[in-house]
């Protein structure tokens, strides 16, 4: 059987080698920079939920100190789970309450926690106590 000539041959259907290989280097290169991103997002959100643990726990020291009845100047320090904290009291001094009124005066709550790898909070408020 002969084989009609060059000229009248229909195009083969299909890819090339070239473009399998260029369509392979794009799907790549975008999987990596979708999964980048990903990543990208879940640490967030593992610092996020770090974060929020750390001032939740600031805020309950410093509302425990805040509701006991005496108030003493000085620093305590503790553990909580991840977290290493520091509650520093030192007394206060604002002008523009005048003298504070008897047995009463005003000090500053200082809370400053951290946890791995790098998180850190700092959080303070006065109080007014004995």
């Known amino acids: 059987m002969l084989r009609p ?18 369509a392979l280097v794009i799907t790549a290169t975008a999987m990596v920079v979708l999964l980048r991103g990903l990543g990208g997002s879940q640490l967030t959100a593992i610092y996020l939920d770090s974060h929020l ?6 805020q309950t020291i410093l509302e425990d100190e805040r509701l006991s ?20 009291i030192a007394p206060a001094v604002i002008e523009a309450l005048g003298p504070p009124a008897s047995g009463y005066r005003p000090y500053r709550l ?10 850190r909070l700092h959080l303070d408020t006065l109080k007014l106590g004995r």
Do not use: H, K, N
């Not at 200082?110 to 998180?119: A, E, L, M, Y």
């Open 5 to 22: 000539p060059a000229s009248e041959r229909q195009a083969q259907s299909g890819f090339s080698l070239v473009e399998v290989l260029c």
């Open 110 to 119: 200082t809370v400053d926690i951290s946890w791995q790898p790098r998180g």
């Open 69 to 88: 009845e005496f108030t003493e100047a000085g620093t305590r320090s503790g553990d909580s789970g991840i977290y290493q904290w520091q509650l520093t």
């Open 53 to 58: 643990g750390a001032r939740l726990l600031a």
